[in-house]
């Protein structure tokens, strides 16, 4: 069984960055994608990024360019490096693990999601 835990959410000013971070207990994290999400208020959860396996990544268009994310299996950990903030990336942030095998930016391919994370951007 995965559990996950987000940190490094806060409020930050628009233009500011903020490193997100999701911690994973047990040893079987490197065998799964691992997902970003976030949720808006009275909106719903919506992709964000992905890291494969072999590292490779695919990002949401409202945020190429601008998040990284990546992985350290040695850690256990999966990051999310957010840059230019805008306002409209306010919202509760999620990781989860990709654990069936339909579209990537759907939620209910993902389960083990973690708790949240809060990021407010100021304008």
């Known amino acids: 069984q995965v559990q996950l835990v987000e940190s490094g959410g806060g409020l930050v000013q628009v233009g500011g960055s903020l490193r997100l971070s999701c911690a994973a207990s047990g040893r079987t994290f490197s065998r799964y994608a691992m997902g970003w999400f976030r949720q808006a208020p009275g909106k719903e959860r919506e992709f964000v990024a992905i890291?494969?396996?072999?590292?490779?990544?695919l990002y949401a268009d409202s945020v190429k360019g601008r998040f990284t994310i990546s992985r350290d299996n040695a850690k256990n950990t999966v990051y999310l490096q957010m840059n230019s903030l805008k306002p409209e990336d306010t919202a509760v942030y999620y990781c989860?693990?990709?654990?069936?095998?339909?579209?990537?930016?759907?939620?209910?391919?993902?389960?083990?999601w973690g708790q949240g994370t809060q990021v407010t951007v100021s304008s």
């Open positions: 989860a693990v990709k654990v069936f095998s339909g579209r990537y930016y759907q939620p209910d391919q993902y389960d083990h």
């Open positions: 890291v494969f396996i072999d590292s490779s990544v």
